[in-house]
């Protein structure tokens, strides 16, 4: 086996061990650092499965999909680079998968998604010309042996579940109250410009589109025993079928069709999918960028408050202040602690000393991203106490201090900081 095929294998594989010839460039231990790197392998292939298959790990629950999803990964590593399409035997491992067997629909509702991937990636194709296809269905004799190509967007599943109202639901198009997932229903996904829409439709035009898509001329399908309730013939199927053409209609409603509320986007869909839209964008927010910002402000909170307890050390970035010099308690600081703040326990004088010290200290090592989560546990017992025994009333501000600083502590100061930095050398990521 080569050292790359060793290399693959123990990146999927906890139980076998780093390949002996690897070598950190820092002289540390390569079995932590490629434990490290098998973590964050697979950590990210599931990312890929989660994002692609989105209310399978709603139905289940994260930690069950995510579980789910890891043995499905090291069975069944990515064959290309192109991770869009990573998970197109998903579905059926999940079929097979024992844990999940409680929920036999949640298979189908995978490869439903799998199909709103493939239609969001198909290949744009021009839809057959009105006079060519006039000029085609003109001639009665010869309509029987016309084949038919169709949009290489459009993709059908026929489920013996609830598959189109259960995608539906977790949408917020509808409820999952009353729902019954063993209810079988057809699935009709397709692409209009950019956006990719599930419309559910009758079993016979299911198999009328699935008999086009397999080859089969028009008149074939037409003489098939698919009639399964009034009306689901070919002609009930034939406007699903040319709606994968960019200019073509809209699937026709029928009066017995349980699932109409589905079949159009109807103005009721659009704000939701604006929402959805903006909601994906807010996404795109690089925490870095958050956290930087929310060091730099409350480390400017408290600096700014410790330069008012002294004398002799005086900096401002922003308007551009630079004294330099021993820094030593200002006059006012002692009788401000005696007078106004009178914090319990401790001597006025020790107080300000210690105040002085740690509105210094702790803004320092907070925008520098050293010691982060500590120096903004430090700067939260601050708050608590000025919160508490100095300023009760003052509480909306100490309140967004508090969640800037737990947010810090709870996530870190992120990948524009001292903190990362040592992390990497250590191997450390977390």
């Not at 025993?225 to 689901?232: A, D, E, F, H």
């Amino acid at each position: 086996m080569s050292m790359q095929q060793q290399f693959a294998a123990a990146l999927l594989d906890p139980q076998l061990d780093c390949p002996a010839q690897l070598r950190a460039w820092n002289g540390s231990d390569p079995a932590q650092r490629f434990a490290v790197y098998r973590n964050n392998v697979l950590s990210s292939l599931v990312d890929a499965l989660a994002a692609s298959f989105p209310v399978a790990q709603q139905l289940v629950g994260e930690a069950f999909f995510r579980a789910m999803a890891a043995e499905f990964v090291r069975g069944a590593p990515p064959r290309s680079r192109i991770l869009a399409y990573y998970g197109a035997g998903f579905p059926a491992f999940i079929e097979g998968f024992a844990p999940a067997a409680g929920l036999p629909y949640l298979a189908d509702v995978a490869r439903l998604e799998l199909l709103r991937i493939e239609a969001y990636h198909a290949a744009d194709a021009a839809p057959v010309a009105h006079d060519a296809l006039a000029a085609a269905l003109a001639t009665p004799e010869r309509v029987g042996a016309l084949h038919f190509q169709l949009h290489p967007a459009l993709g059908v599943l026929a489920s013996a579940f609830a598959v189109v109202s259960l995608w539906a639901a977790h949408q917020g198009e509808r409820r999952l109250t009353g729902l019954d997932p063993g209810l079988g229903e057809c699935a009709l996904v397709q692409r209009r410009a950019l956006e990719v829409e599930v419309l559910g439709i009758r079993p016979g035009a299911a198999r009328f589109i699935q008999a086009l898509q397999q080859g089969r001329p028009w008149g074939r399908p037409q003489q098939t025993p698919w009639r399964t309730t009034p009306n689901s013939t070919s002609a009930t199927a034939w406007p699903s079928c040319s709606a994968a053409a960019p200019s073509s209609a809209s699937p026709t409603p029928t009066k017995d069709n349980s699932h109409e509320q589905f079949r159009r986007p109807g103005p009721r869909r659009r704000p939701v999918r604006l929402i959805a839209w903006a909601i994906d964008l807010c996404k795109l927010i690089p925490y870095s960028l958050v956290a930087l910002l929310g060091r730099f402000s409350i480390a400017a909170v408290f600096w700014k408050s410790g330069q008012t307890k002294i004398e002799g050390l005086a900096i401002d970035i922003v308007e551009g202040t630079f004294e330099l010099g021993l820094p030593r308690l200002s006059a006012s600081a002692v009788p401000l602690f005696e007078h106004e703040y009178q914090v319990p326990l401790l001597p006025a004088e020790l107080a300000a000393q210690l105040a002085a010290f740690a509105e210094h200290l702790f803004p320092i090592l907070i925008l520098l991203g050293l010691a982060t989560r500590f120096s903004a546990l430090a700067l939260l017992g601050m708050t608590l106490v000025i919160q508490l025994f100095v300023y009760p009333g003052a509480y909306p501000t100490h309140g967004v201090w508090a969640a800037v600083l737990l947010l810090l502590a709870a996530k870190g100061p992120g990948v524009l900081a001292l903190d990362q930095l040592i992390a990497r050398h250590y191997g450390y990521n977390r």
